[in-house]
């Protein structure tokens, strides 16, 4: 089945700066590339996502780049704000979303002030 | 509003007492799927359904059966469970077309004695 690694699994940059987390997948039939938001306590939330005929995907400060040859997909946050501070999962699936996610271990994403 | 609801949210029982775990979607989702996140494993898929009477094993399937008799509806049914089902438990649920991405319940704390 599908293999999804996420690193680094804990990031720690200063406010204001970029961030950028990555992901390897392992089946080249994966076609969409979700990204997912968990706060403490809360249940995970879509941030961002690509399908595999985009190279590259913005809205506002976030960004989300996928290289195919190389199975590769990158989130990149830009400008971090405190609020930005959570744990990202990078997920990947075969069926467009229909076969459910395949997720990275995930980013404790810390941004100091 | 739209919601996917998980009950119970937290559910304490022991060894070997059959139970279930409801969800449900009033979003007209053809796609539902269940996963467990555990500490420093993330998010994992349990089952997977693409629509009504339409399931499939994701990558942790062991100790656990679903149904799909309503498309609303996606329980989670754990027959005989034992401790390693220890768990944080999400439903989730996701339209067929487009880049809407999954949405997930509020999550099941469940423990095993």
């Known amino acids: 089945g599908e293999n999804v690694e996420q690193h680094p699994s804990t990031l720690s940059v200063q406010e204001g700066d970029s961030a950028v987390i990555k992901c390897t997948y392992s089946?080249?039939?994966?076609?969409?590339f979700p990204w997912y938001k968990q706060e403490l306590g809360k249940r995970p939330q879509l941030i961002i996502d690509?399908?595999?005929?985009?190279g590259e995907k913005k809205d506002q400060r976030i960004a989300v780049t996928l290289n195919k040859t190389a199975k590769h997909f990158s989130l990149h946050i830009t400008e971090t704000q405190p609020e930005d501070s959570a744990v990202y999962f990078c997920a990947a699936s075969k069926g467009g979303g229909a076969d459910g996610l395949t997720f990275g271990k995930g980013t404790h994403l810390i941004i100091q002030p | 509003e739209a919601q996917v609801t998980q009950n119970p949210r937290y559910l304490i029982t022991v060894t070997g007492k059959k139970l279930t775990v409801t969800c449900s979607q009033n979003?007209?989702?053809?796609?539902m799927s269940w996963y467990r996140q555990d500490p420093g494993l993330g998010l994992r898929q349990i089952y997977y359904?693409?629509?009504?009477?339409?399931?499939d094993k994701g990558d942790v399937p062991e100790g656990y059966k679903v149904s799909r008799k309503e498309k609303r509806n996606f329980p989670l049914i754990l027959e005989s469970p034992s401790p390693n089902q220890t768990s944080l438990y999400f439903c989730a649920s996701s339209l067929q077309a487009g880049s809407y991405g999954y949405t997930f319940g509020s999550g099941t704390r469940l423990t095993v004695v």
């Open positions: 690509i399908r595999s005929n985009v």
């Open positions: 089946d080249s039939a994966s076609n969409y």
């Open positions: 979003m007209n989702h053809e796609y």
């Open positions: 359904s693409m629509n009504v009477e339409v399931t």
